[in-house]
Antibody
C-alpha cells in the first residue's frame, strides 16, 4: 500500500524557518516525482513545489521561490521542504503527493499543519 | 500562475447529474492534456478522481467523468449520491514546470 506521511509542522514566528519531511513507503520512492501542495485554513489547494525522481530538477510557485527548497533522500525514502523567511500567508496544511506522468497526484499524505504567528 | 476558475458551489438532488466547470487559458487547460480533478471530504486529504482530462483511476466509479472544450474543463457527476458531497478541485499543468489548481467547488447533495 502506498503511504506518504508528513511531519515537521509546528508553530513558528514570522521570519522563522521550518523543515517538513514526507516519509514514503509501499512503492519505489526513487522512481517518482513528488509535489508539495498546501491548503490554508478554509481555502483551496495551492501547488508549492515539485522535484523529479533523482532530485536533479525542481520547480516552485512564484510565491515561495527563493524562500523554500525542496529536496529528497532516496536512500531514506524521504522528501523534504525547507521553508525560510516564513510569512503569515504561508500558514497552511502542507501535503506531499506522488506525481504521475501527467503532473497529476495519485497518492497524498494526510498533511502537516504549519502555523505562522507571533 | 493564476488559479483556474471554478464556481464556488454546485448542488443537485440524489440521482441527478451535476457539472462543475474549470476555466483556464491557452497556456494551461487549453494547451495540455494534463487536467486532473480531485475530491476532498472535510478534514481529509484530496483524492484523485480524473486525470489527463478524461481518464479515471481504478476504483473511481464511472459516475465521475471529465471532459474539455477549448480552455474549459468540466467534471460531471452522474447519479448523485450522498457521499459525493465534498469539495472538488481541478488542476492543470501550466508550462514552465508549473502546476495550477482551481479555487475549488463545494458540491452539496440536496
Amino acid at each position: 500500500e502506498v503511504q506518504l506521511v508528513e511531519s515537521g509542522g509546528d508553530l513558528v514566528q514570522p521570519g522563522g524557518s521550518l523543515r517538513l519531511s514526507c516519509a514514503a513507503s509501499g512503492f519505489t520512492f526513487s522512481s517518482y516525482w513528488i509535489h508539495w501542495v498546501r491548503q490554508a485554513p478554509g481555502k483551496g489547494l495551492v501547488w508549492v513545489s515539485r522535484i523529479n525522481s533523482d532530485g536533479s530538477t525542481t520547480s516552485y510557485a512564484d510565491s515561495v521561490k527563493g524562500r523554500f527548497t525542496i529536496s529528497r533522500d532516496n536512500a531514506k525514502n524521504t522528501l523534504y521542504l525547507q521553508m525560510n523567511s516564513l510569512r503569515a500567508e504561508d500558514m497552511a496544511v502542507y501535503y506531499c503527493a506522488r506525481v504521475r506522468g501527467g503532473w497529476y497526484a495519485d497518492s497524498w499524505g494526510q498533511g502537516t499543519l504549519v502555523t505562522v504567528s507571533s | 500562475q493564476s488559479a483556474l476558475t471554478q464556481p464556488p458551489s454546485a448542488s443537485g438532488s440524489p440521482g441527478q447529474s451535476v457539472t462543475i466547470s474549470c476555466a483556464g487559458t491557452t497556456s494551461d487547460v487549453g494547451a495540455y492534456n494534463y487536467v486532473s480533478w480531485y475530491q476532498q471530504h472535510p478534514g481529509k486529504a484530496p483524492k484523485l478522481i480524473v486525470y489527463e482530462v478524461t481518464k479515471r483511476p481504478s476504483g473511481v466509479p464511472d459516475r465521475f467523468s471529465g471532459s474539455r472544450s477549448g480552455n474549459t474543463a468540466s467534471l460531471t457527476v452522474s447519479g448523485l449520491q450522498a457521499e459525493d458531497e465534498a469539495d472538488y478541485y481541478c488542476s492543470s499543468y501550466a508550462g514552465n514546470n508549473n502546476l495550477v489548481f482551481g479555487g475549488g467547488t463545494k458540491l452539496t447533495v440536496l
